[in-house]
């Protein structure tokens, strides 16, 4: 049965969802978060929170190696950063591994691709590090949102149930994660902003046991834009931690719109519009040509008697359009380039993309036996643009629901990053159809004081540079501020109780210690003290020599022979207790006492006799040495000397033998 505090946090947050459902709106200002400790503004709302909490056993610098893998690019990207303390990193070395198409299908094969590439990039760094691998977004949800202030103890539950609302989800198939970014100040009212996330339980294991079997161990699973968020928190991209900022990702069969706010990802959006979708509109185009120039063709081979050899189906142009004469409507090659056309059939997939990539700078250019060989740029953009278009019309709705959601922000910068270096052109489009100024993250910029210390003179291009940003990103995570899929909010919980369990042990010892400490100082005070004093009483005794004095030498022996009398007067009034005490307790039980008599002489000795009469139990072979053992017991005794046998008789009792005897003894 839930408790009312359970209650009374689910009626808030069903509270706020009401009030979010009636349309409550809020001030720009009132929403903007409060920027880094380095640049504090008074006046905003969102409070980023700070552990003071000291680490007592944290290492003076750790090394972090990160794997990105490309698949897309069928590459795997290395980067290793030393993290020499909180503010202050250094990039150690960067790697970039290309693989066979299909290899990640195999996966005995791309096991031991990673194994040999992971030993070699790490075999001069102390096995102490910590390895970072990255999990396809597409796998992955996200989501921002408010919630009432609680307790700690329910925070997880809130969230889970405010993100449940929004993206239901299994458990036991999906992992789920949360960050809470600070407190927000909505209509007057305190609430916590939320980043909250789910990954597929399926894909982190298969990633993490790739690297087990590998022999290198994970220590987190994130996601590309989470280590683009990696690249702002750490400051390695100082603009990116201010104000609010889209990194547009056009990627091969897809692209991914992130918005970060003040450094933090709070928007991940997936659109099926990417490369692809451009090298169809080339296709579309050059093979619409293609069955133009065929039908050419086939209508000069139709008048010579021929029959055509190809299937105008195949070709994607509508014969209805040739008919009506529409055919310089929907083709813009020059007569020129249509002879750069593939006369052998329809362009292909690669063939199209090779024609794309050619307005990458950094990409080989056409050759003369590729198709589109004589085209220009120009007509290139041309093919290109409705994908394009429907990109942008993607990002603007986009950008459209992030103002609504929150109360008319708008995105001030656009990165564009993906598989291609795009021309000025392109990216010139992209940012005039958005009306937003753009911006790019070269990780190997001068500027960086994190890559002073290695040597970026490589021949890669801008666009290779560029790739480089997540792998670098992904270097820099912590489980401080990355979220980190096997190593979720979960185990950061159960951290934090054996933290804190740990901090009471220790500042229990710690105060035991000085409790500990302190006596140790006192007591070496008061030895000290009583050391000095010892000296100074030795000292004092080395210099006294008392002169002999007859009186006091004579009142000294008086006291000692009284003292000798007293002695004697005990002595004497306590000897018979004292030897019968002593008989008692040497006598064996198998010899008993029959009868005993002291007798003392006068006298300044006051020595006596001792006589013991008794009989000795046993077998008839071991009486006499019964009675021999009483005896050197007896002579042992410090009260008794020289004792000896009088009489031994042996006599037979009731059909057993007994020895008679008589000791006598002198007394001390």
């Not at 990109?391 to 291609?420: C, D, M, N, P, W």
């Not at 901090?503 to 500990?516: E, G, H, P, S």
């Amino acid at each position: 049965m839930p408790t009312e505090s359970e209650i009374s946090s689910t009626e808030r947050l069903l509270d706020q969802i009401r009030g979010e459902k009636k349309g409550t709106s809020l001030a720009p200002e009132e929403i903007k978060p409060i920027p880094p400790a380095d640049s504090p503004a008074p006046g905003q709302a969102i409070q980023k929170r700070k552990s003071f909490l000291p680490r007592f056993f944290s290492s003076s610098s750790q090394i972090s190696i990160s794997v990105d893998l490309d698949l897309s690019k069928n590459e795997i990207r290395f980067a290793k950063i030393e993290q020499i303390s909180e503010h202050n990193c250094q990039l150690l070395g960067y790697h970039r591994e290309l693989f066979k198409p299909g290899t990640y299908l195999d996966p005995p094969a791309f096991s031991a691709l990673l194994k040999k590439t992971l030993t070699e990039f790490c075999g001069g760094v102390d096995k102490n590090f910590a390895i970072w691998a990255n999990l396809p977004s597409a796998h992955v949800e996200l989501r921002n949102f408010r919630i009432p202030r609680v307790t700690k103890k329910q925070l997880a539950r809130t969230v889970q149930f405010a993100f449940r609302k929004e993206v239901p989800y299994e458990e036991k198939n999906s992992l789920f994660d949360f960050e809470v970014l600070g407190d927000v100040t909505e209509n007057g009212v305190r609430k916590l902003s939320v980043v909250a996330c789910t990954a597929s339980r399926a894909e982190v294991e298969s990633t993490r046991n790739l690297f087990a079997k590998c022999g290198f161990p994970l220590t987190g699973i994130t996601i590309v834009p989470f280590a683009i968020q990696n690249i702002f928190r750490t400051g390695w991209a100082k603009e990116g931690a201010k104000g609010i900022i889209c990194n547009l990702y056009i990627g091969t069969d897809w692209s991914r719109i992130d918005i970060f706010y003040e450094g933090n990802l709070i928007l991940m959006r997936g659109v099926k519009s990417g490369l692809n979708s451009m090298a169809e509109s080339i296709i579309d185009e050059l093979n619409a040509k293609w069955a133009l120039q065929d039908t050419s063709k086939a209508g000069f081979m139709e008048e010579s008697g021929d029959e055509p050899d190809f299937d105008l189906s195949e070709t994607g142009l509508l014969l209805d359009d040739l008919a009506k004469g529409n055919e310089t409507d929907s083709i813009s090659l020059s007569l020129e380039n249509e002879l750069a056309v593939d006369q052998h059939g329809p362009v292909t997939s690669e063939e199209a993309r090779k024609i794309l990539f050619s307005l990458d700078p950094d990409s080989p250019p056409l050759t003369k036996e590729d198709p589109g060989y004589k085209l220009s740029k120009s007509e290139i953009y041309e093919m290109i643009y409705p994908a394009l278009d429907r990109l942008v019309r993607q990002v603007e709705r986009t950008f459209q629901h992030f103002s609504s959601a929150f109360h008319g922000e708008s995105v001030k910068k656009i990165y564009l990053s993906g598989k291609i270096n795009l021309s000025r052109e392109i990216a010139d489009y992209i940012t005039g159809q958005l009306g937003i100024p753009e911006g790019s993250i070269n990780p190997f910029a001068p500027d960086i004081p994190c890559t002073r210390g290695i040597s970026v003179s490589s021949p890669m291009g801008f666009s290779d540079k560029l790739s480089f940003v997540s792998t670098i990103g992904l270097a820099l995570s912590d489980n401080s501020r990355t979220p980190n899929f096997i190593y979720t909010h979960i185990e950061k919980t159960q951290k934090r109780r054996v933290s804190k369990f740990d901090r009471a042990v220790f500042v229990a010892f710690l105060m035991a210690m000085c409790v500990c400490l302190g006596v140790s100082v006192w007591q070496s005070k008061e030895s000290s003290k009583k050391n000095q004093n010892l000296t100074q009483l030795n000292q004092q005794l080395e210099h006294f020599r008392p002169e002999p004095d007859k009186n006091l030498i004579t009142s000294m022996a008086a006291k000692v022979a009284l003292k000798r009398q007293n002695f004697r007067k005990y002595s004497k009034r306590y000897r018979g207790m004292a030897a019968i005490s002593e008989i008692s307790a040497l006598t064996p039980l198998n010899i008993s006492l029959m009868s005993s008599s002291l007798v003392f002489t006068d006298g300044p000795t006051g020595k006596g006799t001792l006589t013991l009469e008794g009989t000795v139990k046993g077998k008839r072979r071991i009486l006499e040495a019964s009675l021999a053992g009483y005896v050197l017991k007896l002579a042992g005794s410090p009260l008794f000397d020289q004792p000896s046998v009088k009489r031994s008789v042996i006599d037979s009792e009731n059909e057993s033998d007994v020895l008679h005897f008589t000791v006598q003894i002198n007394m001390q």
